[in-house]
């Protein structure tokens, strides 16, 4: 398992060019960036105000504190992935990784990950 950007002309373009446009089309090529990518692949996107299943991603960015914009009042950015493997006893923490990445790059929401 890495966290290593893929080589070919999206990993280039992606360390280029860091403006975000808010748009799924740009998550999708941040995702793509990542050779995980290969293994979870981005099936569907939703913008949800709340979420009433169990969550199956963590956060892997813990150490990050946002006093401004409280979780209790995102939106949640719902990414759903098929796998590869499903049953790669890892598919959950390298989907925790993909929604920890856009997270970051997506303050305003909470990205969360869920397998198809």
């Keep these: 398992m890495n966290n290593k950007r893929d080589l070919g ?9 860091s403006m975000v446009i808010r748009t799924r089309g740009e998550i999708n090529r941040q995702l793509q960036a990542f050779e995980l990518s290969k293994e979870l692949r981005l099936q569907d996107m939703e913008v949800l105000d709340k ?3 169990e969550i199956e991603t ?4 813990s ?3 946002d006093n401004i914009r409280l979780d209790a009042y995102k939106k949640i950015l719902l990414m759903k992935f098929k796998p590869e493997d499903r049953e790669d006893f890892l598919v ?14 997506f ?10």
Excluded: T
């Design 107 to 116: 303050p305003e929401y909470r990205c969360i990950g869920a397998l198809l």
């Design 63 to 65: 150490f990050i504190d």
């Design 51 to 53: 979420y009433n299943r």
């Design 58 to 61: 963590e956060n892997l960015n």
């Design 9 to 17: 002309f999206i990993g280039r373009y992606a360390s280029v060019k």
């Design 92 to 105: 959950y923490d390298k989907m925790s990784f993909l929604a920890s990445e856009i997270q970051l790059i």
